[in-house]
């Protein structure tokens, strides 16, 4: 059984930084493309980032890319990814989700494309 845990949400000014954390367990998750997504009130849940089960290939949406930087480190069976945000805008204002999906193992930019999720952590960009 995946399990996901995001952390690291919170209030920022605009232009500030946060970095959130998606703590994942789970024997075959190593295997796993993971990918963070959000979704704001009113609004369908949009791609943000992915990376690939080795860590080697990153992907962006173009709103975020040069600005968010995703990443992954493995200690022993535990795997951990991390969303780095910088220049933050009122926009990215969301709740964001970690997801792994078993079926890919590179890039996976739909929702659809993922079989586990976290819980989400909010996000809030002030201006």
């Known amino acids: 059984q995946v399990q996901l845990v995001e952390s690291g949400g919170g209030l920022v000014q605009a232009g500030g930084s946060l970095r959130l954390s998606c703590a994942a367990s789970g024997r075959t998750f190593s295997s796993y493309a993971v990918g963070w997504f959000r979704q704001a009130p009113g609004k369908e849940r949009e791609f943000v980032a992915a990376?690939?089960?080795?860590?080697?290939?990153?992907?962006?949406a173009d709103s975020v890319k040069g600005r968010f930087t995703i990443s992954r480190e493995r200690d022993n069976a535990k795997i951990t990814v991390y969303l780095q945000m910088n220049s933050l805008k009122p926009e990215d204002t969301a709740v964001y989700y970690c997801?792994?999906?078993?079926?890919?193992?590179?890039?996976?930019?739909?929702?659809?494309?993922?079989?586990?999720w976290g819980q989400g952590t909010q996000v809030t960009v002030s201006s």
């Open positions: 997801a792994g999906s078993r079926r890919y193992s590179d890039y996976a930019p739909a929702p659809s494309d993922y079989d586990y």
């Open positions: 990376i690939s089960w080795g860590g080697h290939s990153t992907y962006y």
